[in-house]
């Protein structure tokens, strides 16, 4: 199966999913990575990795709708059975979920419905609750309420800080989709309503 991969940042599960990807028993490759800006470190894991790579800035088009049809184009360019949003800080628009709707997933540092946007760890312990962890779930039109495929939950502990818990977050959120995609291109999947079935 074919991934594109869209990155913001230190691209950490990006570079799980490569690892992963490189036993051929996985069943799938990373095709391309993709992201909203230059300079990042996960552009960086992708050209170690041998993997093409393209950027698509906000600030280059007329307006969101003229980017997000370009973030399309780039990405069905490379043909994906699934499109991999893995710390990607930008919300696509309709052209994007048209295309990839039903193959576009997000990986997500919170217990949805809780905490969503883009301080869920800090959010969690600013909250006191005692289980943190990691979603994983089809986008849809909304932030972070897509239908659910996988959750896992860690300890939030009595001295963490939000980088301490951060990291005990994607330690697990990291084995959860490699865990998680790797059932999705070998065995497939259908979304019903809100209810993702992997056979
Ligand atoms: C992940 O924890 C994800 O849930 C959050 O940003 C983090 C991305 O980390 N939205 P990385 O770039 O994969 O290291």
Redesign the pocket.
Known sequence: ARLVVL?S??????QALLDACADPAYGARVVAVGADRDGIA?LDRAAAAGVPTFVERVRDHADRADWDRALTAQVAEHKPDLVIS??FLKLVGTDFLASFGDRYLN???SLLPAFPG?H?PRDALAYGVKLAG?TLFFVDAGVDTGPIIAQVAVPVLPDDVEETLTER??EA?RRQLVDSVGRLVREGWTITGRKVTIP
């Open positions: 990155v940042g230190s691209g950490s599960n990006l996960g893995a710390g990986t997500h540092n883009i869920g990691a977050i994607k959120e």
